[in-house]
């Protein structure tokens, strides 16, 4: 058969393209290499943050209130636990990364915020234990979201819109065609109008032709039973939080997700290199000895007993945004990769930019931050 798009990787991006170009009355081809929502890339680990103050940059925040009304709609559509708003609070040195990107964004856009001193958080919230001279921006409009659900309900929702979505199939190569686009995988062909690539960390492989320089770290994510138990990190009082240790270094935490082992805590920055295929799935020493010296003097009742732990991969671009834009030589293929490991608040709008390409070559949503520009 003959599709208006083919969407080459369903997890975050991908998922939430079929979607949204299924709802439209397209006729979508999805193709994935694992099962739905699986554990091997980027949009698994039970909880991804959501906020609008975005220290990356303030471009970034029409975008994520645009998310926001979706992630809405998409949790009323959800027949399972999706969306959850906790607050959510960055921590640093008043002159970090963090702390000041984080003021520039809320001060663009007018955003709701508090700033807090140190004493103001180890009030409002035990856990923590900052230094005098740590501060904190609060923003009651945060939260996160289950991404495996958030996964399942953009397939589901493509699905009923007649999408054909094909799993555990491999995409082997594609080829731009005077007619449109050629996707050739381990199983059979097709062809299509449209191609959208949003493949994750295997973007290195299928966007080769680019030379793009990207590069695929791994990370870990821990769950930790907290000293004195759960309670100070009851969601209902705690919010998600980033914390700027300074030097290019930060993590950040979950309130107590109901269904999971222990409280969740990773390191953002500092990953190794890694390849898709090859990645080390297995624990070591190291992995959770740099995640304890961090939060040590910062976040101490996290120094209890490990639960459990989960790796993922970031696809990096060098600057750290996003790669979103039709492909210099081949028009007709859109390209929904790396996001550098910020992505997942995004998938929902990014899905409606990704359609808005496919359909019409353009999006009246500002995506010139993440252009073809290496």
Same mark, same amino acid.
């Given at each position: 058969m003959h599709?208006?798009?083919?969407?080459?990787g369903l997890?975050g991006m991908?998922?939430?393209?079929?979607?949204h170009?299924?709802a439209?009355?397209?006729?979508?081809?999805?193709?994935e290499r694992?099962s739905?929502?699986?554990?091997n890339?980027?949009s698994h680990?039970?909880?991804?943050?959501?906020?609008?103050?975005?220290?990356?940059h303030?471009?970034?925040?029409?975008?994520?209130?645009?998310?926001?009304?979706?992630?809405?709609?998409?949790?009323?559509?959800?027949?399972? !636990? @999706?969306?959850?708003?906790?607050?959510?609070l960055?921590?640093? %040195?008043?002159?970090? =990364?963090? *702390?000041? #990107?984080?003021?520039?964004?809320?001060?663009?856009?007018d955003?709701?915020?508090?700033y807090?001193?140190a004493?103001?958080?180890?009030r409002?919230?035990?856990?923590f234990?900052?230094?005098d001279?740590?501060?904190?921006?609060f923003?009651?409009?945060a939260g996160?979201?289950?991404?495996e659900?958030a996964?399942?309900?953009h397939?589901?929702?493509?699905?009923?819109?007649?999408?054909?979505?094909?799993?555990?199939?491999?995409?082997q190569?594609?080829q731009?065609?005077?007619?449109?686009?050629?996707?050739?995988t381990d199983?059979?062909?097709y062809?299509?109008?449209h191609?959208?690539?949003?493949?994750g960390?295997?973007?290195?492989?299928l966007m080769? !032709? @680019?030379g793009?320089p990207?590069?695929?770290?791994?990370?870990? %994510?821990l769950?930790? =039973?907290? *000293?004195? #138990?759960e309670?100070?990190?009851?969601?209902?009082?705690?919010?998600?939080?980033?914390w700027d240790c300074?030097?290019?270094?930060?993590?950040?935490?979950?309130?107590?997700?109901?269904?999971?082992?222990g409280?969740?805590?990773?390191?953002?920055?500092v990953?190794q290199?890694?390849?898709?295929?090859?990645i080390?799935?297995?624990?070591?020493d190291?992995?959770?000895?740099?995640?304890?010296?961090?939060v040590?003097?910062?976040?101490?009742?996290?120094?209890?007993?490990m639960?459990?732990?989960a790796?993922?991969?970031?696809?990096?671009?060098p600057d750290?945004h996003?790669?979103?834009?039709?492909h210099?030589?081949h028009?007709q293929?859109?390209l929904?990769?790396p996001?550098?490991?910020?992505?997942f608040?995004?998938?929902?709008?990014?899905?409606?930019?990704?359609?808005?390409?496919?359909m019409?070559?353009r999006t009246?949503?500002?995506?010139?931050?993440f252009?073809?520009?290496?």
């Open positions: 599709y208006h798009t083919i969407i080459v997890g991908g998922s939430a393209a079929a979607y170009l299924a439209r009355g397209e006729k979508v081809l999805g193709i694992f739905p929502a699986h554990r890339g980027s680990g039970h909880s991804r943050i959501i906020r609008q103050a975005y220290f990356e303030p471009s970034y925040v029409p975008l994520l209130k645009r998310a926001f009304s979706h992630w809405d709609d998409l949790a009323r559509q959800a027949d399972e !636990d @999706l969306l959850h708003l906790t607050g959510g960055n921590l640093g %040195l008043p002159d970090s =990364d963090v *702390i000041t #990107g984080t003021l520039a964004s809320v001060r663009a856009h955003l709701p915020h508090e807090l001193t004493a103001e958080i180890r409002r919230y035990p856990a234990t900052p230094s001279d740590i501060v904190g921006v923003e009651r409009n996160y979201v289950v991404p659900a996964v399942r309900t397939l589901r929702l493509a699905a009923q819109h007649s999408a054909t979505l094909r799993y555990n199939e491999v995409v190569s594609w731009a065609t005077e007619s449109g686009v050629t996707v050739t199983q059979r062909t062809t299509a109008d191609l959208i690539l949003s493949p960390a295997w973007a290195p492989e080769r !032709d @680019l793009l990207l590069r695929v770290e791994r990370r870990v %994510l769950w930790f =039973d907290p *000293i004195g #138990g309670a100070p990190f009851d969601e209902a009082n705690f919010p998600v939080y980033i300074g030097e290019g270094v930060s993590f950040y935490g979950f309130p107590k997700q109901p269904g999971t082992p409280i969740k805590v990773a390191i953002h920055t990953g290199h890694c390849a898709p295929d090859t080390d799935r297995a624990l070591n190291h992995d959770v000895a740099s995640l304890q010296d961090l040590r003097e910062r976040v101490p009742a996290l120094l209890g007993p639960r459990d732990y790796t993922c991969m970031y696809t990096l671009t750290e996003f790669v979103i834009a039709k210099p030589a028009p293929v859109v929904a990769s996001c550098s490991g910020h992505g608040k995004f998938t929902p709008v990014i899905g409606e930019v990704l359609a808005d390409l496919a019409h070559g009246n949503h500002d995506i010139s931050l252009s073809l520009r290496f």
